[in-house]
């Protein structure tokens, strides 16, 4: 794969793109309640600072979106008994299905990684995508994260 990827900040207008991914059958099997992501990266600039949106380019293109956080800013509750203080998230999306199955992911989800390393107080990232989504769970295997059956989540110890 000899294609530039970037993470690019998202931007007013990314919505329309971003909107319509959210309706695609097989990224609507995964994101569920698309109001409530259309909510939030419309609110990125208040409500939800917090989180880092990005669309992710392939050689100038929109293929995808991701983001991450400090899980202790979500409000979130499925960490099970991880440590919160230094724990991070991310969420991923290739909408483009041109661009499935080719390790865009595998990119895309190392570029956010590399991301939250730059964070001062970054200890590991958690992941909880659902069981029957195995690309997205062997995709984080291969990226270096191990399942916790105890707590049903993917995490990565920075």
Not at 48 to 65: M, T
Not at 73 to 87: F, M, Y
Request: aromatic share 14%; glycine share 6%; hydrophobic share 35%.
């Amino acid at each position: 794969m000899n294609q530039t990827i970037i993470l690019r900040e998202f931007c007013d207008e990314d919505v329309p793109l971003f909107k319509k991914w959210l309706y695609l059958t097989h990224i609507a099997e995964w994101y569920h309640d698309p109001l409530d992501w259309i909510d939030e990266v419309e609110k990125r600039n208040s409500d939800y600072i917090w989180l880092h949106h990005f669309i992710v380019d392939v050689d100038g293109k929109p293929i995808g979106f991701c983001q991450y956080y400090e899980y202790c800013n979500s409000g979130e509750d499925w960490h099970g008994n991880a440590e919160i203080e230094g724990t991070y998230s991310i969420d991923y999306m290739i909408g483009d299905t041109s661009y499935l199955k080719k390790g865009h992911g595998k990119a895309i989800i190392k570029q956010l990684i590399e991301m939250i390393k730059s964070c001062e107080n970054a200890k590991r990232i958690i992941v909880q995508p659902e069981p029957e989504n195995k690309p997205s769970c062997n995709t984080l295997l291969s990226c270096g994260f191990y399942f916790d059956e105890t707590n049903g989540i993917y995490i990565m110890n920075l």
